[in-house]
């Protein structure tokens, strides 16, 4: 059985020209299947016999709601869905006044380690199936009632760590036969694999980069981020000084305030001095307390954004939404696994 949402327009064209179909057959079931129908019957336009055809050789992932968590707070809504083979990823809608963001996920917990970060605790059990991703959309606006136009890939996961899988999301999510989502209203995030970035730098995509930084220095990097070790902070500059000349777009940098850690002045000169040369922007985050995590949010998140923009800096501090229902960071899958709701 063959994963048909995971495939794109020219392909289910091919396959079904192959079982001697015209043509138009291909759109016909890409628009229904970018329509979230979860089976070959509901598409009524087609004949018969073809949908039996179909539901004998392919299938149409369904996730299904495992948990929905609404804030009071603000309205935003978490989503913990049950994948095909029982494993749950988490998706995020919040509200803006540019419109509904939808947070995504990659893959089914993450291996990359960082030690403040819930997603990873567990390690990563499985890369997620671009069906499955574009199905986060989907479903999510079909839960909701929400149109969404906007895709943050900041949820469960590590995108660099499954790139074929984001890329070949990215084309469907994209296409006019199906969401028909923007490249500029979409976001995608790295704890600074280099590879990746370079990949992407070569695509020359609209999307806009988020770098999940953290620190400015190597030894305090290091102390939170594994992944330091493999992709060095200033080659990580690098990879980002080469991006932004190749593709014009300015990237974010993403910057996790923690107790001590990385919030001194000192801090906040070396990352502007690192930035400099990019129009690059600094998105502070209040640390949310992750019971397992030794680390602490920082109370100095004001003044370090008033020394980063003493150097020129634009630096915003993220607002917090969902802060009553576990909104952050595979909090919510974690949750459900130790009470019992998934077997890790
Ligand atoms: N793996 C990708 C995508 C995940 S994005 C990445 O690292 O960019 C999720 C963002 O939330 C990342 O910037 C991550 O570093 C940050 N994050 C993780 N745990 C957090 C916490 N406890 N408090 C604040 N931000 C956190």
Not at 50 to 55: T, W, Y
Not at 192 to 206: C, D, F, K, S, W
Not at 236 to 262: P, Q, W
Not at 338 to 343: F, H, P, R
Request: charged share 25%.
């Amino acid at each position: 059985m063959t994963d048909i949402k995971s495939m794109t327009l020219a392909e289910i064209t091919d396959a079904l020209r192959g079982m001697g179909e015209p043509a138009f057959r291909g759109k016909q079931v890409f628009t229904w299947l970018h329509r979230g129908v979860r089976s070959f019957d509901e598409m009524s336009n087609l004949p018969k016999e073809l949908r039996a055809k179909l539901s004998s050789a392919y299938f149409i992932t369904t996730p299904k709601v495992a948990r929905k968590q609404v804030s009071k707070l603000d309205g935003t809504i978490k989503y913990l869905w049950e994948l095909g083979d029982g494993n749950c990823i988490e998706t995020v809608l919040m509200s803006y006044h540019h419109g509904n963001t939808v947070c995504i996920s990659s893959q089914v917990g993450c291996r990359m380690g960082c030690r403040f970060c819930a997603s990873t605790i567990a390690g990563r059990v499985r890369d997620l199936r671009p069906s499955e991703m574009l199905d986060q959309v989907l479903f999510t606006q079909l839960d909701s009632g929400e149109e969404i136009s906007n895709i943050v890939l900041m949820g469960i996961g590590e995108p660099m760590d499954n790139l074929d899988t984001v890329l070949r999301f990215l084309e469907l999510v994209n296409h006019p036969d199906g969401l028909n989502i923007g490249m500029r209203h979409i976001s995608l995030s790295t704890c600074g694999v280099i590879p990746g970035i370079e990949r992407l730098a070569e695509l020359g995509l609209q999307l806009t980069l988020s770098v999940s930084l953290h620190a400015p220095d190597s030894a305090t990097r290091s102390r939170i981020m594994p992944v330091n070790n493999a992709y060095d902070v200033d080659d990580l500059f690098d990879a980002c000084h080469r991006y932004f000349e190749k593709t014009g777009r300015r990237i974010s940098f993403e910057y996790a305030m923690i107790d001590g850690v990385n919030d001194s002045d000192a801090q906040a000169d070396l990352l502007a001095k690192k930035i400099r040369g990019m129009p690059g922007h600094v998105n502070l985050i209040p640390l949310n307390d992750v019971v397992e995590s030794e680390f602490k949010p920082s109370r100095r998140v004001a003044a370090f954004q008033k020394r980063l923009e003493s150097h020129g800096l634009t630096a915003t501090v993220r607002r917090s939404l969902g802060g009553d229902i576990d909104a952050s960071c595979g909090q919510l899958r974690r949750k459900a696994m130790e009470e019992g709701g998934e077997e890790a």
